[in-house]
């Protein structure tokens, strides 16, 4: 199954459960999780770790946490970055000493060497820790057994390739395109940056980067390196290619103050609100949607049955302990039925929008 067919990944979206009924259900089919939890079950305390709630992502993310530790009864924080290292890990070690080590941690780190110190911190304390996007490529899982769970991603570089490759066709496929980065020595970013040379690649010279800069996954260092080449490339701008959607977005505005909002098209990763509802507008030319929601909940649904006795994570497959998610190309061809069809999860089926064992490239 492709990872980028909307039609076929929306297949596997299941219902959410809700509330005290649908967890009931769940208790009685024996699934993982329902109101029966033991009296220690809820003594753990879930947390999710990330940049910043201001993005739409991360905040789609983080509520995502919050729901699962609902329908658990478990108490829930929020730990924020700053795009900070020293202090998302401060605040980490400061949770876990608050906790007692008693801690089920979900981490889009910083920085990729972040998560080592992490991943070690939580497993000297005795808590449990999933990590998104962002690890060493010689940092695994079952290395750390048991309390290093799973590492989640998603494989950027097709899903940039694919996204790239609907921009050219907005245009033509013919011209020059400007493109934005994110934080250099992210994965994302790296991979990103990766799928989008194998575009221009691959239209065999029809397609010209006149620049690219990293504007740091920030809304507004896009805008205003989108206002600079505005005045300094003019009508050579045939397209945006913006590693995220908030950076798409801050490009979007600048197009917008100059007129050329839907004359120059955009696109961007995450799927947020505003850039589905730009490809709607006719501004984005698509996004990729991750699935926040997913990702914040199921970061924490997993080490949760890990840490109640529910999974023995050292006996599972290494496609269970490294994986990818499930991409959804989002365009003006596939935005009706991608709005149709919102995302829910299913908080007892750990992998069943998992797409495979996640490959390093060098």
Same mark, same amino acid.
């Given at each position: 199954?492709?990872?980028?067919?909307?039609?076929?990944?929306?297949?596997?979206?299941?219902?959410?459960?809700? *509330?005290?009924?649908?967890?009931?259900?769940?208790?009685?089919?024996?699934?993982?999780f329902?109101?029966?939890?033991?009296?220690?079950?809820?003594?753990?305390?879930?947390?999710?770790?990330?940049?910043?709630?201001?993005?739409? %992502?991360?905040?789609?993310?983080?509520?995502?946490?919050?729901?699962?530790?609902?329908?658990?009864?478990?108490?829930?924080?929020?730990?924020?970055?700053?795009?900070?290292?020293?202090?998302?890990?401060?605040?980490?070690?400061?949770?876990?000493?608050?906790? *007692?080590?008693?801690?089920?941690?979900?981490?889009?780190?910083? #920085?990729?060497?972040d998560a080592?110190?992490?991943?070690?911190?939580?497993?000297?304390?005795?808590g &449990?820790?999933?990590?998104?996007?962002?690890?060493?490529? +010689?940092?695994? /899982?079952?290395?750390?057994?048991p309390? &290093?769970?799973?590492?989640?991603?998603?494989?950027?570089? /097709? $899903?940039?390739?694919?996204?790239?490759?609907?921009?050219?066709?907005?245009?033509?496929?013919?011209?020059?395109?400007?493109?934005?980065?994110g934080?250099?020595?992210?994965?994302?970013?790296?991979?990103?940056?990766?799928?989008?040379?194998?575009?221009?690649?691959?239209?065999?010279?029809?397609?010209?980067?006149?620049?690219?800069?990293?504007?740091?996954?920030?809304?507004?260092?896009?805008?205003?390196i989108?206002?600079?080449?505005?005045?300094?490339?003019?009508? +050579?701008?045939?397209?945006?290619?913006? $590693?995220?959607?908030?950076?798409?977005?801050?490009?979007?505005?600048?197009?917008?103050?100059?007129?050329?909002a839907?004359?120059?098209?955009?696109?961007?990763? +995450?799927?947020?609100?505003? $850039?589905?509802?730009?490809?709607?507008?006719?501004?984005?030319?698509?996004?990729?949607?991750? +699935? /926040?929601?997913w990702?914040?909940?199921?970061?924490?649904?997993?080490?949760?049955?890990?840490?109640?006795?529910?999974? #023995?994570?050292?006996?599972?497959?290494?496609?269970?302990?490294?994986? %990818?998610?499930?991409?959804?190309?989002?365009?003006?061809?596939?935005?009706?039925? %991608?709005?149709?069809?919102?995302?829910?999860?299913?908080?007892?089926?750990?992998? *069943?929008?998992?797409? *495979?064992?996640?490959?390093?490239?060098?």
């Amino acid at each position: 199954m492709s990872k980028f067919d909307w039609q076929k990944a929306e297949v596997s979206r299941r219902a959410l459960l809700k *509330g005290a009924a649908g967890l009931g259900a769940a208790g009685a089919l024996g699934l993982p999780f329902g109101p029966q939890a033991r009296a220690e079950e809820t003594t753990w305390t879930l947390a999710n770790s990330m940049r910043s709630l201001a993005n739409p %992502y991360h905040a789609a993310f983080a509520k995502g946490g919050e729901e699962f530790a609902k329908s658990v009864g478990a108490k829930y924080e929020q730990l924020v970055t700053e795009g900070n290292s020293q202090k998302g890990m401060s605040d980490i070690r400061a949770l876990l000493q608050r906790t *007692g080590g008693k801690l089920i941690l979900n981490v889009d780190p910083n #920085d990729s060497p972040d998560a080592r110190v992490i991943v070690e911190e939580v497993q000297k304390a005795g808590g &449990y820790v999933v990590t998104q996007w962002n690890k060493p490529n +010689d940092l695994h /899982p079952w290395d750390h057994n048991p309390n &290093y769970v799973a590492h989640m991603s998603f494989d950027g570089v /097709p $899903a940039a390739k694919t996204i790239a490759e609907a921009l050219f066709k907005s245009f033509g496929g013919e011209g020059g395109i400007v493109a934005i980065g994110g934080i250099l020595s992210n994965v994302p970013a790296i991979e990103r940056k990766l799928g989008l040379d194998q575009a221009i690649e691959a239209s065999g010279g029809k397609i010209k980067l006149l620049d690219f800069q990293p504007a740091d996954w920030n809304e507004q260092k896009a805008f205003e390196i989108m206002q600079a080449w505005i005045t300094r490339f003019g009508d +050579d701008i045939k397209g945006v290619f913006a $590693a995220n959607d908030g950076m798409g977005v801050g490009a979007l505005e600048a197009l917008r103050q100059n007129g050329l909002a839907g004359k120059v098209q955009v696109v961007g990763l +995450d799927g947020i609100e505003a $850039a589905v509802a730009a490809v709607e507008a006719g501004e984005f030319a698509g996004t990729v949607a991750w +699935d /926040p929601m997913w990702t914040g909940g199921m970061g924490l649904a997993i080490p949760y049955a890990v840490a109640t006795g529910k999974i #023995d994570i050292a006996k599972e497959p290494k496609e269970h302990r490294e994986f %990818y998610g499930t991409a959804i190309i989002v365009t003006k061809d596939t935005v009706a039925g %991608y709005r149709a069809n919102p995302g829910k999860v299913d908080f007892n089926d750990f992998w *069943g929008k998992a797409t *495979g064992q996640i490959q390093y490239r060098s």
